[in-house]
C-alpha cells in the first residue's frame, strides 16, 4: 500500500478538496510525457472544428466574444465547444484514470503502460465520448444545462477502465458517484473546472495582448487574429484538458475510498491479487 504521508500522489484514504486538487497537479506531473502530447493533438483538433464555426457565428478574437444579431450561430458555437471539452476530457481520462489506480497502488504507471491497448477498452471510451459529446450538445442548447451533464459525466473513463463496468453501466456509475454524500463530485468538478477556466481565460488573453503589444504580428487584422488566438487557446487547452483529466480520476477513486471503503479493501487484500481485480467494482 501506498504511503499516506504529503508526497504520496494519491493517498490510500478519503481526502480534503484541497488535496484532491493537489493530487490531480501531482498525477498531471508525474505523467505529463504522455497526458500533455494527447492534450495538444486533441485541442489542436478543436480548434480546427471550431474555427469555421466562429466564423459563421462573428465571434470576435481573441476573446470570441459574441454579436447580438449573430445569437443563434454563435449559441451552436457555444454547444459544440462544450462538447468537444467533455469528450476530449473524457478521452484524456482514460490514461488518467489507469495511472491514477497505479498511483493509489502506490506505483507509477510507465508511459507505454498507458498507452498500451490491454485493457484500455479504447473502442468503449471513444463510443461513451460521441455519447457525451451528443449529450452535451442537446444540453448546452437549453442553457446552463450543461453543467448538469458536466458535473455528473465526469467518472465515465474512469469506470470504464478502473472500475471495469459494461460501458452502458459506466455513465450511470459516474453519476450515481458524482452524487454520493451531498453531490460532493459533482460539486468539485465543476470548482476544477471554473479554476481551470479562469487560467485559460488569463494565459490566453495575456498570450494574445502581450502579442499586439510587441508588435510582433499585425493582430488588428482578423486574418491573423482568429488562427493566432486559435492557437493560444489550442496551447492553453492542451494542458487544462489533461488537468481535467486527472481531478476526474482522482474524484473517482477518492469518491469510492470515501463511499465504498475501497482503501479498507485495498488494505485487506489478499497477496497475489493482480491490480485489475484490486480495483474492480463490485458487479
Known sequence: MPDVGPTAVLPSRPLTVGEVLDSAVLLLRQHARVLIPAGVVLAAAEQLLLYPLRIAAGARPPGFAFQLEQLAPYWLLLAVGAATEAMIVLLLGNPAARAAGAALLGRAARPGELLRPAGARYG???????????????????????LVGWALLGSVASALVVDRVTAPRAPLRAAALAL????????VRLLGYLAWWIVRVGLALGGFYGLRALGVLDLSDPAWAAPVAGILWGAVNAVAYPALACLDAVLHLEGRMRTEGLDIRLSRAPAGRTEPALLAADR
Do not use: I, N
Request: proline residues 3%; glycine residues 12%; charged residues 5%.
Open 180 to 187: 454520493r454524500a451531498g453531490c460532493r463530485a459533482a460539486a
Open 124 to 146: 468503449a471510451t471513444v463510443a461513451l465520448a460521441l455519447l457525451a459529446g451528443a449529450a452535451m450538445v442537446v444540453l448546452a442548447l437549453l442553457g446552463p444545462g450543461w
